[in-house]
DNA sequence: TCACTTCATATAGCGTTGCTATAGGTGCTA
DNA sequence: TAGCACCTATAGCAACGCTATATGAAGTGA
């Protein structure tokens, strides 16, 4: 019943947190269950980990690893637009294949815990949109399109997940991610020789200028005049 | 401190819920809480509710409703693409102004509570959706467009609630509802002239017709012909 | 008018939860 | 050997969701 013996107590509770989370069907779960599993008392748990959400928090931070792992082990393809849509479904395949870990990671709404790792996986999107961007194939500020593409995977695979399994059709993901990469993607990117649709290039220029200027660090410029560069480039890929 | 005396139990139970839930910021309402402010006892909630959460349903009925007849007020505009995104802007506004509620609606994981809750919300989108689909000006079967921008909907009113008020830009909210639509849109529904971009005219064409004949229940087809008849637009409208 | 059923509320308490005050054991350094 | 961190256990508190049981009120038929 109990775990491995060798370990140390702080291993053991992790490791038996991570399986009761993961084998508890959504249902909460409970200290006294976890420091069982684990072999040890409460009080072990406490000056470890502080709290209850202190010890899911390490189990989160586990999980996010494995996370960022998944969203990082794929060779960029050189496309980056096509990276970023094997981002998403990794991210929707994390989502599924450990949903409660998910939940504690992103459908906890706490506005502590939450932005951390949320903000990390903004920061992996945007670095992908950022090469995209850099190649003139977006029409948004990566930050915005980042912020505004994983809000839509989110909400896809949370809709996913609480969804009963037999009807759960992938189609809804792959449907909206390309809805959403589409959208900030420029004309060229897309593939059609059509004229420009909404966007003019001029923005498209400025923001792909504005990503490459901040992926090389140029020297060219005083950091304040840097600084201050960037504003008004932000400016004008902003303006609609 | 306690509440109206002259209505019955039920409501005050009812009342007592909603408030607590509504001023208690994301931490947990306890059952003694709602009973002590509604002046009533503990068996009284389960004589009536049955649950905890059977109460917190019947709230979130009433904060349903509510949503719907928000969703449902508005005149249409005559342009349903248009009337789509009052729709998503009331979504939001609904979860940022009740967050609690909204939490509890869309937040909740439990696949039995959640799917009647979304399934309604996707009629109502899906009914709009139907419209601009008999205009010819959406690319996507209403069903697969309403489930898709619904999650993008919640996805992205998840993230502004988790986001701290101060830094909470609606901009994310407007980028990402007009990328959902523009991407489900026909480009005469985009307003540019140029051709097309992706689908060809008789899937649009196809999936048009479809939501015009599932509209008008037309008497011209046998019910097991249209049956089979609208199984083969549905095939022809899903086509990549 | 009186017994009888039905609905609604209260008293009191069970089992479980997260958490902790306190104390004891263990291994290291002096 | 003494002292000092560090780690763990015993025991128990307050709060939680919930319920077995009892009491009151209101309507119904004889």
Redesign the interface.
Known sequence: MSFDDQLPPKTRLLRAAAELLANSD?SPVSTRQITKLAGVTAPTLYHHFGDKEGLFDAVVSAGFEEYVAGERDFAPSGEPLEDVRRMWDNHVKFGLTQPHLY?VMF?N???ES??SI?ADAEALLEEMLNKAAIAGQIN?PPR?AA??I???????T??L????LEDRSI??ST??R???I???STDTA?G?A??D??KSSVVVAAIALNAALQASHSDQLSSSELKLFLEWLHRISSSS
Do not use: C, H, K, Q
């Not at 994983?150 to 896809?156: D, S």
């Not at 997940?161 to 009963?164: D, M």
């Open positions: 959504g939940l459908g709404i706490r506005p939450r932005p949320v948004v915005e912020r505004s994983l809000a839509a995977n989110v909400g896809v949370l809709m997940i609480a969804e009963p189609e809804l449907m909206t390309d809805s959403m589409f959208a900030v897309r059609a059509t004229g649709s909404g």
